[in-house]
């Protein structure tokens, strides 16, 4: 794997771990440093080569849970005190609140959180996000002229787009998104366009990945994703006749939810623990995510990916929302399942 503009930061951070190895946070040890254990809901193919880069430049051990991010942050909130993890790494701000209010993540070093827009860390500091992912419209310009373009994730449900919207209501992204408007707009607005688009006869897809072969295919017109579906597969074939767009400025449309990650209240290493969290912040990993996740950094300073929409752009086009108050999946469902939708 090549890395682009490499840091001098992992270089840094190793000499730091050599040198107060003995100093360990609440106060472990140099054998308490030799391992973390790490519950992953980032897949292993994006995360694996960071771990391996930090194994090798720190001499500390992951020993790593992968799974799905709900159903570690339930297994973290069933095993209590019990837990062997030092570390939550999830997909969703909204699991990392549900483990944060339950009282399971401690509070980050003040370092940590510095200078970070507030879209990136939440209110408490027990988590920060490693990376960003933002809501789109992905459509065929073929089939979709500029003027057709909505300008509101609302205007999906207007007559001139029935049968042409793609959307995943099974989908976890696409139920974090549900509830956000939740969050913003409340739920008997939230229940009127979920009603609609179902009305409106959108087409059902079973995940992001299937919209956007949809849309390629000419079964839907455009679809409602995340931004870097379509970027990884343009990766892949240059020639895919598609575009994605924002809605405008502050609309729910454009929700950009994290990748984040924080301790776990009952970590036996807590040294090793803010370590990781330091390599996931530092330049080299920042410009892995956006060079080769196509994830949104939470820096200015990576080299800009030519393919995302600029830093700024991004903290323009966000909806101002808290995103541990996403942790309400049952009540979405639960909406979802009254509208039609499931």
Request: aromatic share 8%.
């Amino acid at each position: 794997m090549q890395y682009r503009n490499r840091s001098v930061g992992g270089v840094i951070l190793a000499i730091v771990l050599a040198l107060t190895s003995t100093y360990a946070f609440g106060g472990g040890t140099h054998e308490d440093s030799a391992s973390i254990t790490l519950y992953s809901g980032r897949g292993e193919s994006l995360v694996a080569p960071l771990i391996e880069r930090f194994e090798q430049e720190t001499g500390i051990t992951v020993d790593v849970r992968y799974g799905g991010t709900s159903e570690l942050a339930v297994l973290l909130q069933e095993e209590g005190d019990r837990s062997p993890a030092d570390l939550f790494w999830a997909q969703d701000g909204g699991a990392l609140g549900a483990v944060a209010r339950a009282g399971l993540l401690s509070r980050l070093p003040d370092d940590l959180l510095a200078d970070l827009p507030d879209i990136y860390r939440n209110d408490t500091g027990e988590w920060v996000a490693t990376s960003g992912r933002a809501r789109v419209l992905v459509y065929h310009p073929d089939r979709v002229s500029d003027d057709e373009l909505p300008s509101s994730v609302f205007e999906l449900t207007d007559s001139q787009y029935a049968g042409r919207v793609g959307w995943a209501p099974t989908n976890g992204s696409f139920q974090s998104f549900v509830t956000a408007m939740r969050v913003l707009h409340g739920d008997g607005t939230t229940g009127e366009w979920l009603e609609g688009m179902v009305a409106n006869d959108s087409q059902a897809f079973r995940n992001n990945t299937a919209i956007v072969e949809g849309v390629a295919a000419g079964e839907a017109d455009m679809g409602i994703v995340n931004h870097y579906y379509l970027l990884r597969m343009l990766d892949d074939d240059p020639d895919l006749p598609l575009g994605q767009v924002f809605f405008d400025e502050g609309d729910v449309g454009n929700l950009v939810n994290v990748a984040g990650i924080g301790i776990v209240a009952t970590a036996s290493n807590h040294y090793g623990a803010q370590a990781f969290i330091r390599f996931l912040l530092d330049l080299e990993s920042q410009q892995y995510f956006t060079d080769e996740v196509f994830e949104y950094p939470i820096t200015d300073e990576v080299v800009q990916n030519p393919e995302l929409e600029s830093f700024a752009r991004l903290l323009e086009v966000s909806p101002a929302l808290n995103l541990d108050d996403l942790d309400d999946l049952d009540g979405t469902l639960d909406l979802l399942r009254s509208a039609g939708a499931l």
